[in-house]
């Protein structure tokens, strides 16, 4: 899945913001787009030394190390009309062969996004500060500390003996499918919230739920928690017609188009059709 970036490997311990280095690698996003240096047809994150313009006093935020360097994100404003320099659509992950750059890209989103949300503090008002010993915004006016939002989401490869379920969502191709998927509500365990969830969208009840893997999903702030379950095909599918437009039942030979294993969608419905789920 798009985490799976070994040899690399992305630590995101917290360390206290610092001067950054020339080696260091740097995260500058506009709108849903980030900056890359290009290497033919391969891009590669940008490192300070690439920028003049960065100097101790740049506003920019430590998130974590890729392969023991540090990674900071750029606040300030970068000249990035230069030439061997492109913005990138965040969606860059799905179609590239670079995982540890796309997976990098998206956990400095999810970071990015969580810093902008919380300039202020949502009790009193108050600018929010760093704090120095951990990823967290503090107010220093009601003493409110702030850590980083994580929604658990539930997702669920529903089968019924050599058939899976699948759905289409609103906004998606004609022939794109995917797992049904939704977040979990105040109070829900996991089990209840998937329960709900297939009920609201496709109208079935599921039984014999079991735990299948995990997924962090930066783009939405989201932590994907997969499942396996089971139903009786012959239950009435009714959608939703809101979030769902479409739900059927494919058999391996008749799969649409999924979401490739980056996702843990696509990873349990390629462990379906090959017959492993």
């Not at 040899?7 to 206290?16: A, E, I, V």
């Not at 913005?87 to 799905?94: A, M, V």
């Not at 299948?212 to 009714?238: H, N, R």
């Amino acid at each position: 899945m798009i985490q799976d970036i070994y040899p690399h490997c992305l630590n995101n311990d917290f360390h206290k913001n610092g001067d950054i280095n020339d080696n260091d690698l740097v995260l500058y996003f506009k709108d849903k787009s980030f900056l890359l240096k290009t290497k033919g047809d391969e891009f590669e994150l940008p490192c300070k030394k690439d920028f003049t313009e960065i100097a101790n006093d740049t506003n920019s935020t430590f998130l974590f190390t890729l392969n023991d360097v540090p990674c900071f994100l750029i606040w300030d404003k970068l000249n990035s009309d230069r030439p061997g320099f492109i913005f990138k659509e965040i969606d860059f992950f799905r179609y590239t062969n670079q995982q540890e750059v796309a997976w990098v890209s998206m956990v400095g989103f999810h970071l990015k996004d969580w810093y902008t949300q919380n300039r202020f503090c949502g009790k009193c008002g108050t600018k929010t500060q760093q704090k120095s010993d951990e990823r967290a915004l503090e107010c220093n006016n009601c003493n409110t500390v702030i850590y980083p939002r994580i929604s658990p989401a539930v997702i669920a490869a529903i089968v019924c003996n050599d058939k899976i379920l699948l759905a289409r969502g609103a906004n998606w191709p004609e022939d794109w499918y995917s797992c049904v998927a939704g977040y979990v509500d105040v109070g829900e365990s996991l089990e209840e919230a998937l329960i709900r969830e297939v009920k609201e969208e496709v109208g079935i009840n599921i039984k014999n739920i079991r735990y299948y893997k995990s997924q962090p999903w930066p783009l939405s702030g989201s932590m994907m928690i997969g499942f396996v379950a089971e139903a009786d095909d012959t239950q009435p599918i009714v959608i939703d017609k809101k979030e769902i437009v479409d739900a059927r039942w494919f058999s391996r030979s008749e799969l649409p188009k999924y979401s490739s294993r980056i996702s843990i969608a696509g990873d349990m419905i390629e462990k379906f059709d090959k017959g492993d789920l």
